[in-house]
């Protein structure tokens, strides 16, 4: 396959939703960097899926309403928990995020050990869709992300407590049903990771998601690769490659 023969009815959406995650994930990511709870992406993406996988169990259907609620009901409590985790077991939240983690994901494991599909619902989860998504679910995710990044902006104490981690469980939400709970990690962290000693930290996060984004899309197209997998692989080479490319701070200016 060459580049002009690629379906851009296909991934014109596609990149889209990922430019969509990553307007809130970047920043959301440098925070999530800066308090030293890594895997709170992790947790939250898989009590998410959690959430969407009860609803199939209970018959309902994946992509409707009733999922989109369960899971940011799902993701609300998980945050949550993990907020009051961190006010009384500081010095353990990230041996306690990653206890959840695990719960969450052997949960939706035993949710489906009797679907036929079971396996491939799993695997839709982890590695998302990214290359169906169509306006019917940018639109939503669009105005989501939008109040998000107005209330991200607003900032304040709000923000700064428990109002972090109700936003990250309403960003989470939307995105681990666009892409995916591996490339909601990556999209938070590994753009976080690359800028952390930039001089331009937030510019720099965005350029690495950009690329990474766009070139796992074309490579995915291209080679017929797993669409997710490619661009989780492409977001870590970026993040390397600008990492060492870019001046960092000083010393005095850390």
Same mark, same amino acid.
């Given at each position: 396959?060459?580049?002009?023969?690629?379906?851009?009815?296909?991934?014109?959406?596609?990149?889209?939703?990922?430019?969509?995650?990553? +307007?809130?994930?970047?920043?959301?990511?440098?925070?999530?960097?800066?308090?030293?709870?890594?895997?709170? #992406?992790?947790?939250?993406?898989?009590?998410?899926?959690?959430?969407?996988?009860?609803?199939?169990?209970?018959?309902?259907?994946?992509?409707?309403?009733?999922?989109?609620?369960?899971?940011?009901?799902?993701?609300?409590?998980?945050?949550?928990?993990?907020?009051?985790?961190?006010?009384?077991?500081?010095?353990?939240? %990230?041996?306690?995020?990653?206890?959840?983690?695990?719960?969450?994901?052997?949960?939706?494991?035993?949710?489906?050990?009797?679907?036929?599909?079971?396996? %491939? %619902?799993?695997?839709?989860?982890?590695?998302?869709?990214?290359?169906?998504?169509?306006?019917?679910?940018?639109?939503?995710?669009?105005?989501?992300?939008?109040?998000?990044?107005?209330?991200?902006?607003?900032?304040?104490?709000?923000?700064?407590?428990?109002?972090?981690?109700?936003? !990250?469980?309403?960003?989470?939400?939307?995105?681990?049903?666009?892409?995916?709970?591996?490339?909601?990690?990556?999209?938070?962290?590994?753009?976080?990771?690359?800028?952390?000693?930039?001089?331009?930290?937030?510019?720099?996060?965005?350029?690495?998601?950009?690329?990474?984004?766009?070139?796992?899309?074309?490579?995915?197209?291209? !080679? #017929?690769?797993?669409?997710?997998?490619?661009?989780?692989?492409?977001?870590?080479?970026? +993040?390397?490659?600008? #990492?060492?490319?870019?001046?960092?701070?000083?010393?005095? %200016?850390?």
């Amino acid at each position: 396959m060459t580049l002009s023969t690629l379906d851009w009815s296909i991934l014109g959406p596609a990149t889209l939703a990922g430019l969509i995650v990553l +307007a809130t994930h970047v920043p959301l990511g440098r925070e999530v960097l800066r308090r030293g709870i890594i895997f709170i #992406d992790l947790a939250v993406a898989q009590i998410a899926g959690l959430g969407v996988i009860a609803t199939a169990a209970m018959g309902w259907e994946v992509h409707g309403f009733a999922a989109q609620l369960s899971a940011f009901v799902a993701a609300t409590m998980g945050a949550l928990l993990l907020y009051a985790c961190e006010r009384r077991f500081k010095e353990s939240q %990230e041996a306690v995020i990653g206890v959840v983690f695990v719960l969450a994901a052997t949960g939706g494991i035993l949710l489906l050990a009797n679907n036929p599909r079971g396996g %491939e %619902e799993l695997k839709d989860l982890l590695v998302g869709q990214i290359l169906w998504v169509d306006a019917h679910t940018l639109w939503p995710a669009v105005l989501i992300s939008a109040f998000v990044l107005t209330i991200w902006s607003m900032g304040g104490r709000w923000v700064k407590g428990v109002g972090f981690y109700l936003v !990250f469980a309403l960003s989470v939400t939307v995105s681990v049903q666009l892409v995916g709970v591996f490339l909601v990690f990556a999209s938070l962290i590994l753009p976080a990771l690359a800028s952390r000693h930039a001089r331009h930290g937030l510019a720099t996060a965005y350029v690495v998601g950009g690329l990474g984004y766009a070139t796992g899309l074309l490579l995915s197209a291209i !080679f #017929d690769l797993p669409t997710g997998a490619v661009i989780v692989w492409c977001l870590t080479a970026w +993040a390397v490659i600008i #990492d060492l490319m870019l001046p960092h701070k000083s010393l005095s %200016e850390v």
